[in-house]
């Protein structure tokens, strides 16, 4: 088997870029919700059943199947995308007064791809605009710029963990799955990576630790930074304190060893 090279680093947003769940989409709807008047609230245990449909309209369409069943399909249609429309508006605002908080090793990672000419992309569920955002609001950091590629809702018809979004971001990249590495903190997340056949490193979050990640390359708390080590939980071993190139081209290395 040909060794693979590296070539390209594709981030999923949602989880992995940042926490943005529970403290940016969930109080977003919340809000939307009592824009509208409606007596609906996402607690944060709650929101992570939801989590399980993935994509924001149909995470509503999902929770008002029981909530108002009676209401007529088109008119629960037209009210999912006018909350989905205003729950955006709100988490723009959260995201550009700095609610959300990166994760730990994105940025350095990001920093380090940058510096070694390894492209880098983002394949994601999410509304375009929300990604924007929150690559805007880390500035110099992370300039959307950087990203060769960016997939978002709107280039797939279906969301994760539908592989489409993968598919149009390799095919943007002009990348083979075997030269390429994403980073996904969900099962639909690695089961949408997995299924182009790119190898994939899952950091969990409180939303998504339990969750089946056979498959993952490897499965770690986070990236990891020098001072704050990252946890392996499964997979591959975790050689250092953090997930950087070094680590990813050995995990790369391994298991086309094992293959
Ligand atoms: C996660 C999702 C998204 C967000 C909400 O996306 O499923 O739907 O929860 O965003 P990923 P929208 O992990 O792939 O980044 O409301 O814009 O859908
Ligand atoms: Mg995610």
């Known amino acids: 088997m040909m060794p693979s090279t590296l070539r390209a680093l594709i981030f999923d947003v949602d989880g992995t870029l940042?926490?943005?769940?529970?403290?940016?989409?969930?109080?977003?709807?919340?809000?939307?919700?009592?824009?509208a008047g409606l007596p609906w609230h996402w607690d944060v245990a709650g929101y992570g059943e939801?989590?399980?449909?993935?994509?924001?309209?149909?995470?509503?369409?999902?929770?008002?199947?029981?909530?108002?069943?009676?209401?007529?399909?088109?008119?629960?249609e037209m009210l999912a995308r006018r909350l989905h429309q205003r729950k955006t508006d709100h988490y723009l605002h959260l995201v550009e007064h700095g609610a959300i908080a990166w994760r730990p090793g994105?940025?350095?990672?990001?920093?380090?791809?940058?510096?070694a000419g390894v492209a880098l992309?983002?394949?994601?569920?999410?509304?375009?605009?929300?990604?924007?955002?929150?690559?805007?609001h880390a500035g110099d950091a992370c300039p959307a710029e950087a990203?060769?590629?960016?997939?978002?809702?709107e280039d797939s018809e279906r969301k994760k963990p539908d592989p489409g979004i993968y598919f149009h971001v390799l095919d943007r990249l002009g990348l083979a799955p075997g030269q390429c590495i994403a980073v996904e903190d969900s099962q639909a997340g690695l089961q949408a990576s997995?299924?182009?056949?790119?190898?994939?490193?899952?950091?969990v979050n409180d939303y998504t630790?339990?969750?089946?990640?056979?498959?993952?390359?490897?499965?770690?708390?986070?990236?990891?930074?020098?001072?704050v080590p990252a946890r392996h939980l499964?997979?591959?071993a975790l050689r250092g304190a953090c997930v950087d190139l070094a680590q990813l081209r050995v995990w790369l290395h391994d298991r086309d060893e094992a293959a």
């Open 147 to 153: 990203f060769a590629v960016l997939g978002a809702a």
């Open 50 to 76: 939801l989590l399980a449909v993935t994509g924001g309209r149909e995470r509503l369409l999902h929770f008002m199947d029981a909530h108002v069943p009676q209401m007529a399909q088109a008119e629960r």
């Open 106 to 115: 994105v940025l350095r990672l990001i920093a380090q791809a940058r510096e």
């Open 234 to 236: 499964q997979g591959l």
């Open 194 to 203: 997995r299924a182009t056949g790119i190898a994939t490193v899952v950091t």
């Open 18 to 35: 940042a926490d943005t769940e529970r403290d940016g989409h969930r109080i977003a709807f919340n809000r939307a919700f009592a824009d």
């Open 209 to 227: 630790r339990l969750q089946d990640f056979a498959g993952a390359l490897s499965v770690v708390s986070d990236l990891g930074e020098p001072t």
């Open 121 to 136: 992309a983002i394949a994601t569920t999410t509304t375009r605009a929300n990604v924007l955002a929150l690559l805007k």
